[in-house]
Every structure is written in C-alpha cells, then in structure tokens.
C-alpha cells in the first residue's frame, strides 16, 4: 500500500471490543438457513472458476505439458469436452491423487508417500460408486467444500456475529486459493474437518473435535497443528470457568472435566500416525513422507530463512520485468512475476494474521501462525519460486477469512471495502481458474 492508502490500518487492527451480551445476539441459523447463507456466493464464485477455464481453453488452448504430467490420461479419459468444462479441477496434483486412489502407495515410487491417505482413500471408494475417480473426486471435494462453507459460516457467526460471517464468506470463497476447494484436490475435504474440528471445540463437542482432527492429520501433514488450537480452546474455556462473573461459580482444576479436552488434542495425531504406521507395514520407511519434500525440491531452512530467500527472489524478479537483471531469466517460466506475487499473498496473510491475533480469541492465531511455519521453513528451491503453492496453502487458513470479513463488514464503508475486494478477488480468481486450466503451475 502507498502512502496515500484510504485502508484505516490503526481501526482495522484493533484491540477486540467486547462481545455483545447473549440476549442481544440473534438466534444461531439452521441448518436449512445456513446453506441458503453461502449458496449465493459459493455457486458464484464456482460458476466464475468453471466459466474462466472455458474461456482460457477455447481461447488460447492447453499447453502441450499434459501428456508428461498426466501420461496415464486420468485427466482426459472422459473426453475432450468434460476434460474442457472442469479444466481448472483437474490438473497438476490431481493426477497424483487419482493415480494413488488407483495403485495406492507401492514402493517402487516413494515420491507418492508425500500425498496424505484420506482424500485418496475416499476417491477410490467413491469411484466404486461412480465409475471413475476422477468423478468421485469432483463430488466429494465439490459437497466437502460446500458443508465445510457451511461450518465456516456459523463458526464466524458465533466468534464475530451475523454481518461478519456473510462478509467473510465472501471473503473466504473469492480469494484465488479457493480454487482449489472444488477440484480434485484435499482442500476441500481439509477445510471442512479443520473448520468443524475447531467449531466443535468451540461447542464443547471434544470427541467430535478429536475424532475431525485426526481426520485432518491423515488429510494432510498441517492437520497435527489443530493441536495448538485445540488446547488453547480447551485452556480458554478453563480460565473462564476458573474466574466466572458469578464467583459462587468458581471451579478448580480438579473440579473441571479436562479430560475430554486433553483426549481430543491427543487423538489429533493418531491420523498421521497410522498412516506412517501403514507405511511402514508396506515396506516403506517411517520417515519417507517426510523426506520426499526434497524430491519436491523442498529444503528445510527454518522461517527466518524461508523469508528471506522469498524476498530475494521477488528481488530478482522484480529486476528481471525491469530489464535490470544481469541475466533475464527465470529459473522456471513464469518465476519472474511469480515469485513477486508470492512475496505479495505473504505480506497480506501476514497482515491479516495479525488482525486475528488482535479480534479472534489467540487459538485461531496461533493456529495460522503454526500452520504458516510449515511452508515457509521448507521453502521451495529446486524451481525458483520459494513461496510455490502458498495461495493455496493460505486459501485453508480460515482464520485469514473470518478477520477480514469483520473488517469489511464494519461501518461505515462496509460496503464499498465489499465491491472493491470483491472484483479484486473474483478477478483473482478467474485468472488462476484460466492458468491452472491450460496447465500453468500457480499453486
């Protein structure tokens, strides 16, 4: 932002304001009224996906990379017409998800181990039902995304109230990231355990927080990180009940059930536990997932350097549109205006994530914050672009989501915060539908 920026930055980071009294709040939605909330902007922003990788094919085409990504054809064995209409769904890591829900793990190919087991598990089930995996996977992420909207919406509903959640909805589903939550990928199935995971908790529902919370850590490996928040939900609900209004109310230690609490931050790991456990049984190491983030071109540097390295880069890339570099070349096609990008979704997700440490309770920051760790202390340097997949690595930090739609949502430029973020991010959106459509690498 410049320095004639009309964002107020001091309002928007605000220390939180009281929460309004129960009586005051409105009644919670059903769930029939909760769907009916998100429908709107979620079959919104899926027809603005769908209808940008149209136009992108008939326009300019596919890029001739589809037969060395995807030699087995699992894209296209429904014919031209279908691979066109859900082009952006299914490309780049889909084909290893469909390929594993086809042969599973053997080990002959290691680099498979780095894609968690649950979303595969589930295409292959389902593609007993409907015939292909592929379709089955387009299903699920489709429905998964959908009561995973729904969830987000009645979590924002209960943390920040009614106006914020219908902002934030918007905000959760224009952002480019989101993208990914209907195609054949495990965003979606991620965004609906790790939002229900934390919404359960909110409720006092421990086992079902316990039981989506290893779900999410078989889902991917930033699932084990619902942990954090988990116990600090759970630590949180104590220091209430220890310093109650009513002080005839106070309670012990002893006298609090932390039990259930304990138990579902536990229970989190068991999912990435069995599944390295599994592997192991197959003749596979403990450690394999983990070590084919180098084959990845993955390299474990910490944060600090992770950072850096980004900055660098959108340096570089930067000099490189300029014309100043010493050589104009990118190390990928595409890393010259890639990587300040990048640099550019960190800076915003950064900002914001300090707007949910100063209006959400500390677990939903502590949680983003955990979870954003993990990709920038492995940053990606084998093709040039550090901060590769972070849209969609951000697109699933929902906290991200919920601080901005209160933001957007407050009086008295509510509406215009709206419309400009809005066309901002639908535009977003459409281009990463159009890029990932013709087989360009975006995330």
Known sequence: MGRDSQVDWTAALTVPTPAPARGDAPEPLTWRQTALAVLPAFVATRLVVLISGIVAIQIWGVKAVQDVYDPAGYTTALGDLFNTVVGPLARWDAVWYIDIAEVGYPTDYPPRTAFFPLYPVLLRLGGWFVGSPLVAGLLISLACAFVGTMLFHRLTDLELGRPAAKAATWALLIFPGSMWFTAVY???????????????????????????????????????VLMVPLALIAWDQYRHRRRPVDPRAEITWRQWPWRRPAIAVATVPVGILVYLAVLRVIGHSWTTSFDQQQEWGRENVGPLSGVLRAIGAAGDGIAQLLGTAPEASAATPGAEWMNPLLLLFLVAGLVALIGVARRLPIAYAAYVGCALLLPLSAPAVGGGEPLMSLPRFLGVLFPLAMWLGWWVSRPPHARHRGVVLGAVGLAMLAGVSMLTARWIFVA
């Open 186 to 224: 495990s965003e979606g199935l991620f965004l609906l355990l790790s939002v229900g995971c934390l919404l359960a908790a909110r409720q006092n529902a421990w086992a079902i927080a316990g039981t989506l919370g290893a779900l999410a850590s078989a889902t991917r490996s930033a699932g084990v």
